[in-house]
């Protein structure tokens, strides 16, 4: 059984990011780029199910520039067994990405498509669910715990108020929250065993696949900037600022 | 053609509508000039009847069927579609159940989603926060039918009263057969909804234990009527459920008063609450980032201080 994982290259979760004055974007030039936390669940997910017997091979996807590359490698350092790069300099909506995907989906014919619930960056948490709906399959998005047995797939999620629990036919797309598992660190073999797995380059041209965007950008800014308020002295004055300037309590 | 007819997929628990879809109707309103809700349900005549009474809708299509019953994301996004080609907008609230299935909607419309829209600038044009709220991008659709999830936060309730729309019944869609439900753990308890409530206490990592999370912080939300959240470190570490964590990937509030207890505020916990009217921050370490955002600061023990605030309220 085969899983196809996609893997997002983003800016690391730690950097403070800068929006550009002019209104244009962001500024990401020299920061540091990563692997988008949720997708790195979803490898470490579908590593552990290979290790369990489940799966028998993981394939990691990346769409998007050329650098997209050390993020797939970062993927089969966690143990993914190939790599396929979609490669494009064109920007990638969530749609477009869904698309790709799903054109993959057709050639690899996996069992299981796990996917991060959201990237980092544009926050969108739409490319599982529109991967689900363009290839018709079933869809489990936000999942805390996958159980794999009888062809199905019995999934956890995290819902408003708490868990629910929905079972898939299989083929699937999964999506994946914070608590699913906590991912390995690569160790150095692996990386090192990383760079000689077989790494693939596809275009969205050979895909068939348009990934024009369909949303104009037409500026990025910084949020109203909440200024820092007093620091109190005590209890007693915090109260009396509560109830007397602020009248929330 | 294009239409300015709007239609809002409402959240509701067959027997009422929840307060994100009234956020959702409002963002309708200054979408389109004519708001419809689907209920989409089981038995859920009561909640299209709620919906019915909701200020600025003017018509609820009442979809009922089991296979409605968990709004499951197959069968739900068919029954939108199937209403799609009558409308400009498809707006849902950014809930887990909206961000579930608006981009299935979208994908099948073979349109873009604009997710978390937090202003309508214009009919065609959209504020979104990205990069954990860092960045306000402001984006425009040509699509024909815009598909938005609307963060409930950013737009106040339409008033639940005053409304007198009509009910249409429509025919449910089949079961898609892809997917079952199994079951669902909800916590029940008197606290308001931690999305919607007035206010809201929140705990970090500082707590330290399950237990003393609970012990210091439930008297203190018990006395101002609050609900419970949490710093993903402190869901992490296992202190709260998952379900109350406040941050970019988790809940999104903006309460009149936020207390944060022991969170040091990095900058995925200030995404999910830094709208807040009134922000309170308590926490030993001075430099704690949570300061740089709080209105009222107080640097102190929290496990001191909660339970002063606590016997002074």
């Known amino acids: 059984m085969k899983a196809l994982v996609a893997v997002k290259r983003v800016v690391d979760f730690n950097v403070k990011i800068r929006v550009k004055p002019d209104g244009s974007g962001v500024d990401l030039a020299g920061a540091k780029m990563s692997m988008n936390p949720f997708d790195e669940i979803a490898i470490e997910e579908a590593v552990r199910l290979k290790e369990k017997g489940v799966l028998s091979e993981v394939i990691a996807v990346s769409c998007g520039v050329g650098a997209c590359k050390d993020t797939l490698r970062a993927a089969m350092a966690i143990g993914a067994d190939r790599g396929i790069l979609v490669e494009t300099d064109v920007e990638l909506q969530p749609l477009a990405v869904a698309k790709l995907l799903k054109a993959l989906v057709d050639r690899e014919q996996p069992q299981l498509v796990i996917l991060g619930k959201q990237a980092i960056d544009g926050d969108c948490n739409q490319t599982g669910q529109m991967l689900a709906a363009l290839a018709g399959l079933p869809q489990a998005t936000f999942a805390s715990k996958v159980e794999i047995a009888d062809g199905r797939a019995t999934v956890t999620r995290e819902v408003d108020g708490g868990l629910e629990t929905l079972r898939l036919t299989l083929p699937a797309v999964i999506t994946t929250d914070l608590r699913l598992n906590e991912p390995r660190y690569a160790t150095l073999p692996n990386i090192m065993k990383a760079k000689s797995k077989p790494l693939d380059t596809v275009t969205p041209a050979q895909l068939g696949v348009d990934v024009a965007p369909r949303l104009r950008t037409i500026r990025i800014v910084e949020p109203a900037k909440r200024s820092a308020g007093i620091k109190v002295p005590d209890i007693a004055t915090l109260i009396a600022k509560l109830k007397n300037e602020a009248k929330v309590i | ?313």
């Open chain 2, 1 to 313: 053609m294009t239409t300015r007819k709007v239609l809002v997929v409402a959240e509701h628990d067959h027997v009422s509508i929840r307060m994100a879809t009234r956020n959702t109707v409002t963002a309708a309103l200054a979408c389109g000039d004519e708001v419809h809700v689907l209920v989409a349900g089981d038995n859920a005549s009561e909640a299209a009847q709620a919906a019915a009474r909701v200020h600025g809708v003017s018509k609820v299509l009442h979809a009922d069927a089991l296979s409605l019953a968990e709004g499951l994301a197959e069968n739900l996004a068919a029954q939108v579609l199937a209403l799609a080609p009558h409308y400009g907008y498809i707006l849902f609230p950014a809930t887990s159940s909206g961000k579930n299935v608006a981009p299935c909607v979208a994908a099948l419309l073979d349109v873009a989603q604009i997710s978390d829209v937090v202003r309508v600038v214009s009919s065609d044009t959209f504020e979104r926060p990205i990069y954990a709220g860092n960045a306000i991008a402001t984006v425009q659709s040509s699509d024909p039918v815009k598909v938005i999830t609307v963060r409930p936060t950013a737009f106040d309730a339409a008033s639940a009263e005053g409304g007198t729309a009509c009910i249409e019944p429509l025919d449910a869609v089949a079961d898609s057969g892809l997917s079952a439900f199994v079951e669902r753990f909800v916590a029940t308890n008197d606290r308001p909804e931690l999305a919607g409530a007035r206010i809201v206490v929140s705990g970090g990592r500082a707590l330290g234990s399950s237990e003393k999370f609970l012990d210091v912080l439930t008297p203190l939300a018990d006395k101002l009527g609050a609900a419970l959240g949490a710093s993903r470190a402190a869901v992490d570490a296992g202190y709260a459920p998952n379900d109350w964590q406040v941050g970019q990937t988790g809940k999104i509030v903006a309460p009149q008063l936020y207390i944060a207890c022991g969170i040091s505020g990095a900058i995925q916990h200030q995404a999910g609450m830094k709208d807040s009217r009134v922000i309170v921050a308590i926490n030993k370490d001075p430099d704690a980032p949570i300061f740089e955002i709080a209105d009222y600061g107080l640097e102190a023990d929290l496990f001191d201080a909660v339970p002063q605030l606590v016997a002074a309220l």
